[in-house]
Structure formats: C-alpha cells, structure tokens
C-alpha cells in the first residue's frame, strides 16, 4: 500500500512538472508572437495597410454580388464603371421601393432615368471590410429606399480592391474612384441634390472627396458621416485591435509610422477646414470601433471650422442603452426623421445656391 501511495504521489508530481512545462512553453512562444509582430509590421509596413483597409474579408461569404435581388434588394441593379484603364468597380443603384414592380427586368437604361426624378440621390461609401453586400449595409440600403419622401435612389460602389472590384486599396485610389462616380451621378442627376454618406472608414473618403469638390467650387448638398473619426493615426490607436500594444514602449513607431508610411492619413480633422456644405453626423455611444469621442471632437473641429460658418453642423447621439454599436444606427426609428429634417434644411440651401449661380 505504502508503494502505490509512492507511485501515485510520483505520477501526480510528474504529471504536475509536464503540465507546468507544458504551459511554460506556451507562454514563452505567445511571448515571442507578441515581441515579433511589431518588428514585423515595421520591418513590412504593407502588412500595417492590409489591416487598415481588410478588404480581403469579404463577409458575408458566397454571395453574388452580380444579384442584390438575393439580398432582398429587388429593386438595384448592378453594374461596373472604369475610374481607370483596366480597373472596372462595382455599383448597386438602389431605387425607391414604391417602385420595385416597375424596376422587375430593367436594365441600366432605366435606373439611369430614375436619377431625373425630382429627390435627391445618395452616394454611399461603405467602411473596411466586407463588400457592398454585406448585412448592415443592405439593411441601410432598405431604409433609405423605403423612405420615397427623401431619397430618389441610393448609389454604392465598391472601390477598387473591394468585393468584385478589380485594382488595389490606397487612399488616393478610394478617394479617385469616389469623385469618378461622383462626377457620373451629376451628369445623370439633372441638377437634383446630391448627397454624400460616408461610414467607418469611409467616412476619411467622403471628407477628402468633400474637400476636393469644395476646393474647387462644386460642393454637394450634404455629407453625412456615420461613426466617423478625425484621423486615421487616431482611430488606429483607439481600436480595441490595439489595445494589447497601446502601452507599449515605441507604439507609435512600430504602428502608427507603418500607416504614414503608406500613405494612409485620412485626416477629416484637416478636411473640415475646407468644407463648404452642410454637415451631419451621426454616432453610438457605445461603439468600441471607432469610439464615440472621436466623433464627438470631429465634431466639434467642424463646429468651429471658419469654412463652415454659415452652414448647418449637427451632431446626432444614440445612446449606449440602444445597442446600436458600431453598424447598427440604421435601426433607429428615429433616423428616417433626422434625415428629413437635415435634408430638407440642405436642399433649401442648395436650391438658393442653384439660383444664386444661374443668376
């Protein structure tokens, strides 16, 4: 008996010791991940740009992009531009849904006409991630289309880099392809208003396109910004992504130069500066992907901005009881009449502009 408690203590205390190098192993190898990966995103900056823009996720997965009618949209059609030789971008044109009985079986020669309608029109510039299909952004879609008061049609393009669209992700190709459908909506549109809505990151596209039609004297009615934040190196060091490293001896260094290197800045913060038109935006409290702060003190920046002076700014909270995060804001019943109010405010702008420059 004395021999198998010996034996049994000896197993335990042997079975103990693997377990304790077992799980020393491990440590040390997450340790070695966690050391080896700032040195690799600064010695690969790329590396830094593809977490950026993840366009290589594509959620949600299988769908075809060539038929929005399987995600419920049975009144868009799809459709590719060329913002450039051999880069051909895909678009959803989205119609009022009062119309979806008339839209079964037209071609693009038809929703093109739709865009003469007396309503203004939407070009919506989606965030990272995902395509033009992805869920949220579908159900945005059916609530601007269900809404015949405000909206004409809604337009979203994936850039280049994005679901089906050929080429590769940089801030001055999103921000090109994004002026290129732009400048094809106006020439359709029939001197209606045209709207801007940018979310997540596509909020940095909207601004920069923004500033460059304000630049040059070409403002649109509106642009809207949904979760947006004042700069890219901001929003990278807020993302819960980089909580693990935020406190890092070099963070900046290892991380955030790897995005400047790039190229990368969004800079909404400047972009204000030089904005002319109205501007809304629309935040959750409790979104932990670009937290609700950021939002708030872009807000504020245009709030004071000397180009905006004489133009409607507003800020629109949700709060942290609704759940509504990061991309849920299109369920409040509430968004429908903010937008209204916001448009309605926006197009008796644009139309005194109109006559102002006719004069």
């Known amino acids: 008996c004395l021999d198998c408690v010996c034996k049994f203590c000896l197993c335990g205390f042997s079975y103990r010791t693997g377990l304790r190098c077992r799980m ?7 340790l070695g991940i966690y050391i080896a ?12 740009a593809k977490l950026v823009f993840l366009n290589f996720v594509r959620v949600p997965y299988f769908i075809d992009l060539k038929r ?15 913002p450039e030789d051999g880069v051909h971008v895909g678009v959803w044109h989205t119609v009022p849904a009062v119309l979806w009985k008339e839209a079964q079986g037209k071609g693009g020669d038809w929703y093109e006409s739709t865009l003469h309608s007396t309503h203004p ?29 405000v909206w004409g049609g809604c337009v979203c393009v994936c850039v280049s880099g994005w679901g089906d669209s050929e080429g590769s992700p940089s801030e001055r190709g999103m921000t090109l392809d994004a002026l290129y459908i ?10 209606n208003p045209l709207y801007i809505w940018g979310h997540s990151l596509g909020t940095g596209v909207a601004t920069n396109l923004v500033r460059h039609l304000c630049d040059r004297g070409t403002p649109p009615a509106a ?3 949904e979760s947006p934040f004042t700069n890219i190196r901001e ?56 937290p609700f702060p950021l939002g708030k003190k872009l807000y504020n920046m245009a709030a004071q901005s000397k180009s905006l002076s004489g133009h409607k700014v507003q800020f629109v909270p949700f709060q942290s009881s609704l759940g509504y995060r990061h991309k849920f804001i299109y369920r409040s019943p509430q968004l429908p009449h903010i937008l209204r109010y916001s448009t309605a405010q926006s197009q008796n702008m644009h139309i005194k502009r109109k006559s102002y420059e006719s004069c």
């Open 37 to 48: 990966i700032p040195f690799i995103i600064k010695l690969c900056p790329s590396i830094q």
């Open 182 to 191: 732009y400048q094809w909506l106006m020439q359709r549109v029939n001197n």
């Open 121 to 149: 029109v939407m070009l919506y510039l989606h965030g990272n991630a995902g395509t033009r299909g992805g869920d949220h952004r579908v159900q945005l879609y059916k609530v601007k289309s269900c809404d015949i008061y």
């Open 24 to 30: 020393r192993r491990i440590f040390l190898w997450l």
């Open 235 to 290: 929003e990278a060091k807020s993302h819960p992504f980089s909580m693990v490293y935020r406190y890092l001896p070099g963070f900046e260094w290892f991380f955030l130069d790897a995005i400047t290197a790039n190229d990368i800045r969004f800079a909404s913060d400047e972009n204000v500066n030089h904005i002319s038109c109205p501007v809304l935006i629309l935040h959750a409290e409790d979104d932990t992907v670009v």
């Open 68 to 82: 929005p009618q399987d995600q419920g949209l049975n009144h868009t059609c799809n459709f590719y531009l060329q």
């Open 223 to 225: 642009v809207i910004l």
